[in-house]
């Protein structure tokens, strides 16, 4: 007998397989328990100085466009999948310029640049294009979670390295790759990940020593099938010390190994959200051909946007700007961590020397996570960070709980002391 469904009966949800893969990203329940306790002090959110957005230079090169009858329309169409050609030369020079090179020289043209909307975009495509579900990516321990969840959104094995002060250890990249060969998996090893310059989360810097042997490393062992690097060079205009260091890309002349993705998110406006990929050319055919069958190219408003800033001469001086804020921040957290935790025992940090983020070791055994003892007293202290946990890839390097992340982009030079002074408080209950 036919069974009849009656409207009335709701059948239930079905949804892809793939959306079991994944579950809600950590960062919707911080931002809830943010939202939750205003009155808290965030070192948990990667976002940006809020006085330091470029209202003023935006607003102008707005203007400025719009009273460009010809421009405007072009901003105000769609663009094209690769994106806007004058900002893709932009980029280009800002890669060149960093690296100390020439795009002639480092066999660079726009061809292999493809603007995305925020360099989160860049990376899905190119997982994308290169993994199958159970392919395989090497990144640090800890590295960038909402990478690792993008890879659990396709399926795909993170393998967490060793990593150091120095950023990914070229020995265990070594050791872990060995090993997965012994497994027979080394077919299925797609990409080495690194972010380069003062890591999100750890704020490590890939030491230029390392750089070369990383790619190198991954050359090696493409016997089976080539194994990219994948340069996550997020962070890299907000260096407060030092020189700037070549990037990976630098260390691949004929440009077949690494991908190279930038953002102008942290060095100019997240709301912007404008990002890139300088690409290998055999992968510049299959981002664009999965983008073109997303979006057809990203926000072409928001690239004119950007261009016309550049044009207007308000980019280097808006990093400038930042870069002097981001330092002074960067100085109050370690004179408050300095004062605040210094003593506590088995706590401990390395200084870096650009980026959002400071890395904390906590002692062993010391569980920071959500359903740990510290969260909740932090919390009650006045006090919200990112648990170190969701940083390790599933595989490789034991997850280390007794990590965490702070982020000083937002909170005023005051609120940082207030909150490393909370989590101090907290940290000498439990400890
Ligand atoms: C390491 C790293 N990569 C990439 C991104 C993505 O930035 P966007 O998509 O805004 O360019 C972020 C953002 O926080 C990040 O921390």
Same mark, same amino acid.
């Given at each position: ?23 809600? #990203? ?16 965030? !070192? ?66 726009? &061809? ?21 579900? @159970? ?30 002060? &120095? @950023? ?8 872990? !790759? ?25 704020? *490590? ?12 490393? *991954? ?27 070549? #990037? ?125 003892? !510290? ?17 390790? *890839? ?12 702070? #982020? ?24």
């Amino acid at each position: 007998m036919l069974s009849i469904i009656s409207p009335s009966t709701p059948t239930p949800p079905r949804f892809s397989q793939r959306t079991a893969w994944t579950e809600e #990203s950590p960062i919707s329940d911080l931002m809830s328990r943010a939202l939750a306790h205003p009155q808290l002090v965030s !070192l948990a959110a990667g976002f940006v100085d809020q006085k330091t957005l470029p209202i003023e230079g935006v607003a102008e090169a707005f203007a400025d466009l719009l009273n460009d009858p010809a421009d405007a329309r072009a901003a105000l169409q769609y663009g094209t999948t690769p994106g806007y050609a004058p900002l893709r030369a932009h980029v280009l020079d800002l890669h060149c310029q960093l690296d100390g090179t020439t795009a002639a020289a480092a066999n660079l043209t726009i &061809d292999r640049v493809v603007l995305t909307a925020g360099s989160n975009q860049l990376l899905h495509l190119v997982a994308e294009s290169l993994l199958d579900p @159970g392919d395989i990516v090497l990144c640090a321990a800890p590295t960038y979670f909402v990478f690792l969840g993008l890879l659990a959104n396709l399926g795909a094995r993170a393998i967490g390295v060793a990593s150091d002060a &120095d @950023g990914i250890r070229p020995d265990a990249l070594e050791a872990t !790759l060995a090993k997965i060969d012994a497994a027979g998996d080394l077919a299925r090893v797609k990409a080495i990940y690194v972010v380069s310059d003062f890591e999100n989360p750890s704020g *490590a810097t890939l030491s230029a020593e390392r750089r070369p042997q990383v790619v190198e490393i *991954a050359r090696r062992w493409s016997r089976l099938a080539r194994i990219y690097v994948l340069e996550d060079a997020a962070y890299r205009e907000l260096r407060y010390e030092g020189d700037h260091l070549p #990037s990976l890309r630098s260390f691949d002349p004929e440009g077949i190994t690494v991908v190279h993705a930038g953002t102008f998110s942290k060095s100019f406006s997240p709301g912007i959200r404008v990002g890139w990929g300088l690409l290998p050319p055999c992968l510049v055919e299959p981002v664009c051909n999965r983008k073109g069958n997303i979006d057809f190219g990203s926000p072409n408003f928001a690239q004119h946007l950007v261009d016309r800033v550049i044009r207007r001469g308000g980019y280097g001086p808006q990093v400038s700007r930042l870069k002097t804020t981001y330092s002074e921040k960067l100085q109050a957290t370690l004179a408050a961590a300095d004062q605040f935790l210094r003593g506590i025992p088995g706590v401990s940090w390395e200084a870096p020397c650009g980026g959002l983020y400071l890395w904390l070791q906590l002692p062993p055994g010391l569980d920071a996570g959500t359903k740990g003892p !510290l969260f909740d007293l932090a919390i009650e202290e006045g006090v919200l960070y990112v648990p170190g946990e969701y940083c390790f *890839a599933p595989e490789g390097e034991p997850v280390r709980r007794n990590t965490i992340r702070l #982020s000083f982009g937002v909170p005023t030079v005051e609120r940082i002391a207030e909150g490393v002074a909370a989590l101090g408080r907290a940290l000498r209950k439990v400890v």
